[in-house]
């Protein structure tokens, strides 16, 4: 019997000790470290306003966020093909995406810039899916209409738009893109690319979107219309801010000098410049 208990006792020292060499190993040894190809994880895709296509070095988690597209925008991008064979893409520059998002707030789709205003149809309700323009006429406010998503598409026109860029579904990016596709059609794409709203751009897409005015202030088709003032208040504001989350430092308008400058007004303003002292002292 004490045979057996002094077994007993050397098993359970053996299994102690080898416990304590296990700990020692796992406390004063070397540590384990990821293989490399590990420690090197790929970026996480997100989107930028900025479009900054450098390395991810730095990312934080609020940039791995993915931004809301009325705030997505490019910097130095051109039109074109994204890739041998693909369809034609138009570039979605801050300039671009500040006149989609005042269509959409012409248009009561602006949604506080949310993805939701994709989705809403004439009269207010939403669209249980983007998976293709709903082509639905809905009745509202003595009108009837069938246009639907951020820019109000009418079930032809979406027809055209898509087919000439080959867009697949109704999503955000391909309404984005057939957007930009009508400002071309109406010629008013190289004004928009002036980062100015003017009347001259309003008046030309006024035949388009029936809430944008005429030079003469009023709807192309007799609708309730946006005041030209308050399209451009809200166009420069959301340009402000789509230039400042890319990162473009705001243009400082030169001041102009006096002309013509022989006229007394010039030459008057020359001496109030230069002061009492400055002229006392024959400078």
């Given at each position: 019997?004490?045979?057996?208990?002094r077994?007993c006792?050397?098993?359970?020292?053996?299994r102690?000790?080898?416990?304590?060499?296990?700990?020692?190993c796992?406390?004063a040894?070397?540590?384990?470290?990821?293989p490399?190809?590990?420690?090197?994880?790929?970026?996480?895709?997100h989107l930028?306003a900025?479009?900054?296509t450098?390395t991810a070095?730095?990312?934080?988690?609020?940039d791995l966020t993915?931004?809301?597209?009325?705030?997505?925008?490019?910097?130095?991008?051109?039109?074109?093909?994204?890739?041998?064979?693909?369809?034609?893409r138009?570039?979605?520059?801050?300039e671009?995406?500040?006149?989609l998002?005042?269509i959409?707030?012409?248009?009561?789709?602006?949604a506080?810039?949310?993805?939701l205003?994709?989705?809403i149809m004439?009269?207010?309700?939403?669209m249980?899916h983007?998976e293709?323009?709903?082509?639905?006429?809905v009745?509202a406010?003595?009108?009837a209409s069938?246009a639907a998503g951020?820019?109000q598409?009418?079930?032809?026109?979406?027809a055209?738009a898509?087919r000439?860029?080959?867009l697949?579904?109704?999503?955000?990016?391909?309404?984005?893109q057939?957007?930009i596709f009508l400002?071309?059609?109406?010629?008013?794409?190289?004004?928009a690319?002036?980062?100015?709203?003017?009347?001259?751009?309003?008046?030309?897409?006024?035949?388009?979107?029936?809430?944008f005015?005429?030079?003469?202030g009023?709807?192309?088709y007799g609708?309730?219309?946006?005041?030209?003032?308050?399209?451009?208040a809200f166009?420069?504001?959301?340009?402000?801010?789509?230039?400042?989350?890319?990162g473009v430092?705001p243009?400082?308008?030169?001041?102009?000098?006096?002309e013509p400058?022989?006229?007394?007004?010039?030459?008057?303003?020359?001496?109030?410049?230069?002061g009492?002292r400055?002229?006392?002292?024959?400078r």
């Amino acid at each position: 019997m004490a045979f057996v208990l002094r077994r007993c006792v050397l098993s359970v020292q053996r299994r102690l000790s080898l416990l304590a060499f296990v700990a020692g190993c796992c406390v004063a040894g070397p540590s384990l470290q990821a293989p490399a190809h590990a420690q090197q994880l790929p970026a996480r895709p997100h989107l930028l306003a900025a479009a900054n296509t450098g390395t991810a070095d730095g990312v934080t988690l609020q940039d791995l966020t993915p931004r809301p597209h009325s705030q997505v925008a490019l910097l130095n991008a051109t039109d074109g093909p994204a890739g041998e064979g693909q369809p034609f893409r138009f570039a979605i520059t801050p300039e671009r995406r500040a006149l989609l998002n005042t269509i959409r707030y012409a248009e009561g789709t602006w949604a506080r810039g949310e993805n939701l205003g994709y989705r809403i149809m004439f009269g207010g309700g939403l669209m249980p899916h983007l998976e293709r323009h709903p082509d639905r006429v809905v009745y509202a406010g003595g009108y009837a209409s069938a246009a639907a998503g951020a820019y109000q598409f009418m079930p032809f026109t979406w027809a055209r738009a898509s087919r000439s860029l080959q867009l697949p579904g109704f999503g955000p990016d391909v309404q984005d893109q057939a957007a930009i596709f009508l400002i071309q059609l109406r010629g008013a794409l190289p004004l928009a690319d002036q980062g100015a709203f003017t009347p001259e751009l309003a008046a030309r897409l006024a035949p388009e979107w029936a809430s944008f005015p005429t030079l003469a202030g009023r709807s192309f088709y007799g609708q309730p219309v946006k005041r030209y003032g308050a399209l451009k208040a809200f166009y420069e504001r959301n340009l402000a801010e789509l230039r400042a989350i890319a990162g473009v430092a705001p243009s400082v308008a030169e001041v102009p000098s006096c002309e013509p400058v022989d006229s007394l007004r010039c030459r008057l303003e020359r001496l109030d410049r230069l002061g009492p002292r400055q002229l006392a002292q024959g400078r």
